[in-house]
């Protein structure tokens, strides 16, 4: 075999294995992106917060929208001294809602609610690799045991939440798909936070790097993935107030919105992200320009293939004027 040939079938060969993972790629990203798709009538709409905010509190139950959400700010961080760049965030909610109870979830205090009211989680819990993880399951675990709203500690306070409250569960909508999980609210012993932290043990693998392990295993893809086995046996209705988990968009969120796209939003957002490692930025680069970089992908493999496919007939017809030419010098005349 000439190295023409075997270095054809070589290209031939990576070629098939690069349309293949391309493939592969493109089923696996539509499939969680259907998987994770909000449905539209779990968004809560501006009409119905605007009922709402006409409304007092002691008005709420007149009208037939009781509040379900135990006025509690849960938070959490490694001690009782928060990082002096989030405590006048975080003292800013409080004093916007002195009626508010806050409680912060130390590591001690976690793991002591855990070891208490929970311990079949505890050897999980100890388990988990990294600081975040323990941070993500509390969060799950305070909103099952007490009820409330958790907030990440660079998260601001825009305005009171006391709107929000009437719905049995909210989490916020986060780009490029599904949920995240830095402010959730829910009622007390609602069944999807029951459902979340009895998967967490299920959901706790190593992806290797320190990034897609916690957001599969604790982070905003696993309570995605919790969100979305919800709404199959819970499928949300226009204006309900029973069980369904509401969703809070992305103009009432406030986060990767300008103030245009987001006039009425309830937070504002600093981006602290203190968990992420050095996989991180990577992670980041391809969430940008993943996209971009598969269709160029699959434009290099068109061009080859197609190049490729041409190759066969150009050597044959080199072959064949050789073989003519040789043929011509050698007859006598």
Not at 117 to 128: I, N, S
Not at 288 to 294: F, I, N
Not at 318 to 325: D, E, K, T
């Amino acid at each position: 075999m000439n190295t023409l040939v075997l270095r054809r079938r070589t290209v031939r060969i990576l070629l098939c294995l690069l349309a293949a993972v391309l493939a592969s790629t493109i089923v696996v990203l539509s499939s969680i992106s259907h998987y994770l798709k909000i449905p539209t009538a779990a968004v809560i709409t501006g009409s119905e917060l605007a009922v709402l905010h006409f409304l007092s509190p002691l008005n709420y139950s007149v009208h037939g929208f009781p509040e379900r959400i135990p006025r509690i700010i849960h938070q959490t961080w490694k001690s009782e001294v928060l990082p002096a760049e989030w405590a006048d965030i975080s003292q800013g909610c409080r004093d916007m809602m002195r009626d508010y109870e806050y409680k912060l979830w130390t590591d001690a205090s976690a793991r002591e609610l855990i070891a208490e009211e929970y311990p079949w989680f505890l050897d999980t819990f100890d388990g988990y690799k990294y600081p975040i993880q323990r941070a993500d399951a509390i969060r799950y675990f305070a909103l099952y045991h007490h009820g409330g709203i958790y907030m990440d500690l660079d998260i601001a306070c825009l305005r009171p939440l006391d709107p929000l409250l009437v719905y049995p569960a909210i989490v916020p909508e986060t780009i490029p798909v599904g949920v995240s999980n830095d402010i959730i609210f829910s009622e007390r012993r609602h069944p999807f936070m029951a459902q979340t932290i009895h998967a967490l043990a299920a959901f706790d693998c190593s992806w290797v790097l320190n990034y897609p392990t916690v957001m599969f295993s604790t982070g905003p893809m696993f309570l995605s993935a919790q969100y979305a086995a919800y709404t199959s046996t819970h499928p949300p209705l226009p204006g309900a107030l029973r069980e369904e988990v509401r969703v809070l968009p992305k103009s009432l969120y406030g986060k990767h919105a300008t103030p245009e796209e987001a006039p009425c939003a309830f937070f504002a957002h600093y981006y602290g992200s203190s968990w992420h490692a050095g996989d991180a930025p990577f992670v980041g680069f391809l969430g940008a320009w993943g996209k971009g970089l598969m269709w160029i992908s699959v434009s290099v493999l068109v061009y080859s293939a197609f190049r490729l496919a041409l190759a066969p007939s150009s050597q044959k017809r080199r072959r064949s004027l050789v073989c003519f030419v040789d043929y011509e010098a050698h007859v006598p005349f």
